[in-house]
């Protein structure tokens, strides 16, 4: 298990190297800044060093307890992020691309609710308004109950 928050960029290809060893499906997600008003030029991303490691090591560990993943890696960054920059990636590997495609889905949907990190969308006039979580986030958990 990997799991990794940190400011500088990442290579996806880096993190699979040797990733999911005697897994039969390996899955990977790769989330993207992205600019939903056209008006966004970066996302600027703080946390609590410690607390959100935590938490992040939480989230990981209940899905490894709940599918039989062989291995499991989440990268989430911090800082400024531009848009269209990687601002985070997880990886699951299973027996069965059913499991490594449930866990990846479970992680996305737990990493995007429960992770502590706080954002602030930065425009062409400076930084505007922290971003609030969505209904619909807290909606996409429910299927895990």
Do not use: C
Not at 38 to 54: F, I, R, S
Not at 75 to 82: E, K, M
């Amino acid at each position: 298990m990997l799991i990794r928050i940190q400011q500088d960029p990442f290579a996806l290809a880096d993190l699979l190297d040797g990733f999911g060893d005697g897994a039969g499906a390996v899955v990977t997600f790769s989330g993207l800044v992205r600019d939903d008003t056209g008006e966004m030029t970066a996302l600027e991303l703080e946390h609590y060093p410690g607390m959100t490691e935590k938490a992040v090591s939480r989230i990981a560990m209940q899905a490894q307890a709940r599918w039989n993943l062989v291995d499991l890696a989440i990268v989430h960054r911090f800082g400024r992020l531009n848009v269209g920059e990687q601002i985070m990636a997880v990886a699951t590997a299973a027996r069965h691309r059913a499991e490594a495609f449930e866990a990846a889905e479970y992680l996305m949907d737990y990493l995007k609710s429960r992770a502590p990190f706080w954002k602030r969308e930065i425009g062409a006039d400076g930084p505007g308004a922290w971003v609030e979580a969505k209904t619909s986030d807290e909606d996409a958990l429910s299927r895990w109950d």
